[in-house]
């Protein structure tokens, strides 16, 4: 079995692309469905535990895919005698995060078609999916892996422009069909 870096479950999106479930996204996807309703933010909260404490200790596997885990959170609530909250919950999903130094790595130093196919795949992966927010992370060390040195130097500044155009005009491509999609290299 593989070890978690937090106890929660990743939630799939779309076919290839994951998010991280955390407290504070499942607590504000509650407390929000509760607003202008007559369950208080305290009783929220505490339904946000129970569903996080279940996800840890009780749910088998290290993905879920994001309809089981709405399907699961509004049949807890409808449990609970809830369903005006479980109507009103907001099925937007928590950032994806893709790591642009571990498609550098499985692509391998000088292989820029593939990485550049790799990310393609997850930014086409994570909107279909359904996704609103895209992060990119780990420019810098992705450029470097790709170009195998490890100091910066005029060809890594030339790849790091190709790889922000790229995603740049992936962001305008997807946004004819999906003008809500956030698509950011975060650092």
Not at 74 to 87: D, I, M, Q
Not at 161 to 178: L, P
Request: overall charge neutral; glycine content about 6%.
């Amino acid at each position: 079995m593989i070890a978690l870096p937090h106890a929660l479950p990743y939630i799939r999106i779309g076919s290839s692309s994951l998010a991280l479930c955390e407290s504070d996204w499942l607590t504000e996807t509650f407390t929000n469905a509760a607003s202008g309703t007559d369950v208080p933010d305290w009783m929220a909260r505490d339904i946000s535990r129970g569903v996080e404490s279940f996800l840890m200790k009780h749910y088998k596997g290290t993905v879920i895919d994001s309809e089981d885990l709405f399907a699961r959170i509004e049949k807890t609530l409808t449990s609970l005698g809830l369903n005006h909250v479980a109507a009103k919950i907001n099925k937007t999903l928590p950032p994806v995060r893709i790591s642009l130094n571990e498609l550098a790595r499985r692509a391998g130093a000088g292989y820029e078609l593939a990485f550049f196919h790799l990310l393609e795949e997850q930014l086409k992966s994570a909107a279909t999916g359904g996704a609103t927010t895209v992060e990119c992370h780990g420019l810098r060390n992705s450029v470097r892996r790709l170009t195998s040195t490890k100091k910066w130097s005029g060809r890594c500044e030339v790849l790091k422009t190709e790889i922000t155009d790229f995603v740049e005009q992936m962001r305008e491509r997807v946004a004819a069909v999906r003008p809500d999609l956030t698509l950011v290299i975060a650092s």
